[in-house]
Structure formats: C-alpha cells, structure tokens
C-alpha cells in the first residue's frame, strides 16, 4: 500500500474507489473545505487514482480487492480525529457530511448514518432496498438497535473505530462496524440524505447476484462474537 500527497486534517473522508473516473470530479468538489478527501483506489484500470491526485485528494493503492479492503486502508491512512466514510460513485453528496459530524463533535453519537432517501426510482434498485431492509431486521434481533438503512456514508472518531478492530475485508464491513459498535455500547443514529443514480456501474448491488453476495457478507457479520482486546497498528507506512 502507498500513500501520497498526505496532510493534516481534522477530518478525512475515506472514499473507497474503483475504476470511478467520471464520478470523481462531482465528488470531490463537494468535499468541505478543510477536510482531506482519502481516495482508496482499489485496483481501477480507468485512471481513477490520477485523477483524485490532479484534482487534490490524497491517494491510497489497496491492492486486495474489497470494499472492506479499501476501507480499512483508508482508516489506517487517516490522521484525523473523525474519520468519515462515503461511496465515490456520485449516489451520496459528501457536502452533508458535516450534519454528520457535528453530531460526533458535540458528543451526541458516536456513530452516525446517512440514511438514503432515494431521489428518483432508478436511485436503489429493489433487490437492494429488499437486502438492506432484511439486514436491519436482523442486525434489530442480534443488536436491539433499529435502523432503517445500513447506508455507507457514516463518520465517527478515528481512535474508537480502531478500539472496534474490524476484520471483514469484503462487503461485510458496513455492517460488521454497526454491530461492534453496538456490541461496545456505542450511541448509533441516522440522518437523511438524498440518494441519487450512480454514475457509472455498480460493482455490489446493482444486480440481483451482486445484492446476494453482500447480503452473504453481512450476515455472517452478525454472528461473529465481539473480538478480545489485541494490539493492532494504528498508521500506514509506504
């Protein structure tokens, strides 16, 4: 893993990408000014990391394939005090991330979501509202905590999203980080965001097998018991 053009920020956004060339100029224009954009590139073969380095974002090559993967590079990159999470695909406004944090900030959670109200019909296709909607059912029986959506734009403090020592390495790690946070007693609230049509294709639940195989991930997230305390590194090296 490399990391580039890294600087001091108070929040970073992580923003795992693959091959998202014509979605990364929306996105990063809409990063608040001050905070670091953390593009994880996960293997893209369209220019996507050149393009996040002329445009300003910090770079990060995570060559093993996975959303879990590509975030947990990027957390590790991070030297922020709250790190924040976002798809780079244009469907999220990281411009709203700030209603997010301020919610950290003052103390009021300690993990918030962005729960996505979709904009138009074409925004979430069925098959992956159905998935969604049976995991939060499921993460409510495993968790007693209720959520409507298990959304990808999130943020919390760096240092306690360590402490969860998340392993899933797949599509797993959305959910695998609300039910350890939960497991450690953890304050958990949404926010609405609008939730637009994707630019470009999507790689996990734009199809029918896609949703399944994150579905599959998820669940068997929620019967992992809560990890033993263990060392675990806190910084990214070249």
């Known amino acids: 893993m490399r990391v580039t053009n890294s600087t001091a920020a108070d929040v970073d956004v992580v923003l795992p990408c693959l091959d998202e060339a014509a979605a990364l100029p929306w996105v990063l224009e809409r ?96 098959h992956a509202r159905v998935g969604n909607l049976a995991l939060a059912r499921m993460l409510r029986r495993r968790t007693g905590v209720t959520l409507r959506d298990l959304g990808p734009m999130r943020a919390a403090r760096r240092d306690a999203l360590l402490d969860l020592d998340l392993t899933d390495r797949r599509s797993g790690y959305p959910l695998q980080m609300v039910v350890r946070a939960a497991d450690a007693g953890w304050h958990i609230e949404e926010r609405d965001v609008p939730y637009l049509p994707r630019t470009g294709t999507s790689k996990v639940t734009g199809t029918w097998r896609g949703t399944w195989h994150a579905v599959h991930d998820m669940r068997a997230a929620l019967h992992q018991p809560p990890p033993s305390p263990a060392p675990r590194e806190r910084t990214a090296t070249e």
């Open 31 to 126: 990063i608040p000014e001050g905070w670091r954009a953390v593009v994880v590139d996960n293997g893209s073969t369209d220019g996507s990391a050149e393009i996040a380095r002329e445009l300003g974002a910090t770079v990060v090559h995570e060559p093993r394939r996975g959303f879990g993967s590509a975030c947990n590079a990027g957390l590790l990159a991070s030297d922020a005090g709250i790190v924040c999470f976002c798809d780079c695909d244009a469907s999220l406004d990281p411009g709203l991330l700030p209603g997010l944090v301020r919610r950290v900030e003052e103390g009021s959670a300690d993990l918030v979501l962005g729960r996505r109200r979709p904009q138009s019909w074409d925004a979430w296709p069925l």
